[in-house]
C-alpha cells in the first residue's frame, strides 16, 4: 500500500511540475515584469522584440509539459475511481483530452507570435494572415477549453458531495473555481501583475494539482481497485 501512495503522490507532483513547465513556456512566449492592467501591451513589446529563439523554446516546452499533466490527470483518476467509478473516468477522459489539446495549443503560439512580430512587414503583405492565426488558436483553446471546463464542474460536484479522496475544502482549489478569480489579477501592480496575469491559468492548474497531493498525502490510494 505504501508503494501505490507513493506512487500517487509522484503522479501528482509530475502534474504539479508539467503545469509549472506551461507557465515555463508563458514567460518565455511574453513573460515581462509590469502592472496587470498593462499586460497586453507589454506582450505585444516582448513579441516584436524578443529572439525567435525565446519562442522556438517556449513551444517545444509544451509537450513536455502536456506529457507531465497527464501524469498528473492520473494522480487525480486514482482520488476518484474508488468513490465514483463512471464520473471519475469521465473527469479523467476530460482532463486528458485538455493537456493533449493544450499541449498543442501551446505550441501553436509560436506561429501566432511570430506573425505578431513580423506583422509591419505581414500586415502590408497579407494581412488576413494575422487575423486567421488568432482565429485558429482560440478555435484550438476553445477545444481545449469545452472538456476542462466539463471535468472542472464534475470534479466540483464530486468533491461537494464527498464522493472522492479529497476533503470538501479541496473545492475552492478547483481551476474552474480558480478561473473566476482571473480578473482580479489585471489590479495586481507591477511588477509581478503581468507575469500573474500572463500565466494565471497555469499556475491555476499547479495549484490545483499540488493541493490534489497534499491533501491526499496520507490517504490511502485505491491504485489496485481502479482496472
Known amino acids: 500500500m ?86 471519475g473516468r469521465i473527469v479523467f477522459l476530460a482532463l486528458a483530452s485538455t493537456m493533449v489539446v493544450g499541449g498543442a495549443v501551446h505550441a501553436l503560439w509560436v506561429p501566432r507570435g511570430l506573425a505578431i512580430k513580423y506583422s509591419a512587414v505581414v500586415g502590408s503583405v497579407a494581412p488576413e494572415l494575422i487575423d486567421s492565426l488568432r482565429s485558429y488558436w482560440q478555435f484550438a483553446y476553445n477545444l481545449a477549453a469545452a472538456p476542462a471546463y466539463l471535468a472542472a464542474v464534475l470534479l466540483l460536484l464530486l468533491v461537494l458531495f464527498g464522493k472522492t479522496a479529497y476533503p470538501r475544502w479541496t473545492a475552492l482549489a478547483n481551476f474552474g473555481v480558480l478561473s473566476l478569480l482571473a480578473p482580479l489579477a489585471e489590479r495586481i501592480p507591477a511588477p509581478l501583475g503581468a507575469v500573474v496575469v500572463g500565466g494565471f491559468t497555469n499556475l491555476s492548474i499547479a495549484f490545483f494539482f499540488l493541493v490534489s497531493v497534499m491533501s491526499t498525502w496520507r490517504a490511502r490510494g485505491c491504485v489496485s481497485g481502479s482496472s
Open 2 to 87: 505504501e508503494t501505490e501512495a507513493r506512487f500517487k503522490r509522484w503522479t501528482g507532483l509530475a502534474g504539479v511540475a508539467g503545469a509549472l513547465l506551461f507557465f515555463c513556456g508563458d514567460m518565455l512566449f511574453y513573460g515581462h515584469w509590469g502592472s496587470g492592467a498593462t499586460f497586453h501591451q507589454g506582450m505585444l513589446s516582448v513579441l516584436q522584440q524578443a529572439s525567435r529563439t525565446r519562442l522556438f523554446v517556449g513551444g517545444l516546452v509544451g509537450p513536455v509539459a502536456a506529457c507531465l499533466c497527464l501524469v498528473g490527470c492520473w494522480h487525480i483518476r486514482e482520488n476518484l475511481i474508488g468513490h465514483s467509478p463512471v464520473l
